[in-house]
């Protein structure tokens, strides 16, 4: 059975850090591209960042990029989540998600992933 299981997250001013983490178990971790998400109150969920299987290439989107960085240890079985620099805008609840993903186009999508771990709420006070 997999399970991703996210931890890290929690309320933090504007302008702070987070470092969220996510770990996998039940599947060949190495196999999968790792993607993160995230869903603020009624709205849809949304690409946050995606990272390759071997790591060697990552993907953000525009609204993150250069503030967030993801990551991923194989030996570990865990993908991480750093976030800098964090705006109210940010807070939402941060999924992680596994893929094994064939286009490098889909990995904003949420439909490239398989599996999807349970959420983890960032709070971003002004």
């Known amino acids: 059975q997999v399970r991703l299981v996210e931890s890290g997250g929690g309320l933090v001013q504007a302008g702070g850090s987070l470092r969220l983490s996510c770990a996998a178990s039940g599947l060949t971790f190495s196999n999968y591209a790792m993607g993160w998400f995230r869903q603020a109150t009624e709205t849809e969920r949304e690409f946050v960042a995606a990272?390759?299987?071997?790591?060697?290439?990552?993907y953000y989107a525009d609204s993150v990029k250069g503030r967030f960085t993801i990551s991923r240890d194989n030996a570990e079985n865990t993908v991480f989540l750093e976030m800098n620099s964090l705006k109210p805008e940010d807070t939402a609840v941060y999924y992680c998600?596994?893929?094994?993903?064939?286009?490098?186009?889909?990995?904003?999508?949420?439909?490239?992933?398989?599996?999807w771990g349970q959420g983890t709420q960032i709070t971003v006070s002004s």
């Open positions: 998600a596994a893929g094994q993903i064939t286009y490098v186009y889909t990995v904003s999508s949420k439909s490239a992933y398989d599996y």
């Open positions: 990272i390759s299987p071997s790591g060697g290439r990552s």
